[in-house]
């Protein structure tokens, strides 16, 4: 390994696990003073929690800090600097619509949060292992803007895991993840290889084996990275009616889930028990992520080619391909917010509900972007034609999906938009050193 982590300047929400349960908040700042943005940062800047005590840490909370690239530009930075940031970032996620799929429902004219259009500019991602911790934290932001004009909160989403523990369509979440180099301990069964620590975290090598870095000064980049963020709104009432209609029983109704994830809803992998859920097995981490595909099931008979997970993180199934899946990884921080459906619910109640992701990636092009576009909404890759992800993909152009099944492949048709998007933008999240090296610029002001 090149160097070792450098954990006292790299944000927590990087490295550490969320607590559970969990609540958590985005609140969003717009600027229209640089003077008063910087005070506001220089304010939070002693509250950012670090990933240095991320395995074991002191306190159940964090704050962190994220800029959009109109935030950074209202800031002041210098055009050279900003001109060096990634095309994604520079344009900012509701310009990239056609290429991610957020047409027809998931236009950014129907998005409710101020994402996208640059429209906000500061944002300080709260978690938390308590409301009352999340408050507490919620108050260091308070503190910090009032009195300051020329700076505004503009919106605040509350997010967590609803009582259930499962996201809003039933699943068990959280359970892979990538292992990176250098983070301390050792990968557990089925995170493979450790990722050089550049996929994640500019100023470290990646798996193209050069150094990933940022526009401007070192000091700039150094520890930072980018999150991807979707605010997705599921349709909880109109997924649950689509597997009613595909099976009669309760049993029949899993498998059909199961089919499109590529694991039951408890978390267990299908691709280790494909006819039967295991709850138990589900929840011991050292067996739930233990599998690969291109050996095992190379014609996805226990995990379809086309189920949810498999697609976003074919693991070893395109070793033998153009594609390299390992330059296209995504570190995932997700969380729900709205309500729960009731499980009894006869009717749609109309409620807002969703997940949202934060996706982290040095690269935003190379990693989310070409997630989103090559495998969650086109089939090409695995020979499926325009064929999008049954859970999360645009129905835009084509709405069926297909497993293989006994003793005749299974072809589902009429899948609806399970999700929409509400929301998305790519944010840089700088290394606490960057983050005063922010304040401290004073060009033009
Ligand atoms: C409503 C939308 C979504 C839901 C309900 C959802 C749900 C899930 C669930 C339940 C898992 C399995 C748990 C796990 O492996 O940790 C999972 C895995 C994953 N999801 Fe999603 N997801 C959604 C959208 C997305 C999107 C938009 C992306 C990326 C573009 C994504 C990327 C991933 C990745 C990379 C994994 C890990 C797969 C693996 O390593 O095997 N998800 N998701």
Redo the contacts with the bound molecule.
Sequence with gaps: MERPLELHDIQGTVLRNRPMPYYGSYVLFSIDDPKAAKTLVRRLVPYVTSAADWENPAENAWINVVFTFEGLKRLGLDPSILAGFPIEFKQGMAARKEFLGDTGDSDPQHWDMPHGNNGFHIGMLVMAGSEALRDEKLAIGHNAIAALKGVKTISRLDVGIPPTMR???G????????FIEGEGGEPLPGQGTPFKPGEFLLGYENELGVMATGPGPEELWRNGTYI?I?K?R?KVFAFRQYLKQQADTEDGQEFVAAKM???WRS?CPMALSPDKDNPELAKDKYLN?DFAYLNDDPDGKKTPEGS???R??P?DSLDNTATNSRLH??L?R?TAYGPVLPADATEDDGQDR??V?A?INANPGRQ?EF??SQ??NDGDFISQGRRT?P??GSRSQVDDYVYPGKPARKHITGLPD??VTRGGEHVFLPGLNGLKWLVDYDRNL
């Design positions: 996201e809003h369509f699943y068990t979440d959280g359970l892979s993840r990538p991807s979707r997705l599921q994830m590529g694991r978390g992520n949810h997970i498999r976003v993180n693991r990884k995504l995932r997700g969703g997940l992701l996706l989310f997630v989103q495998w969650v992800d859970i999360v399970f999700a």
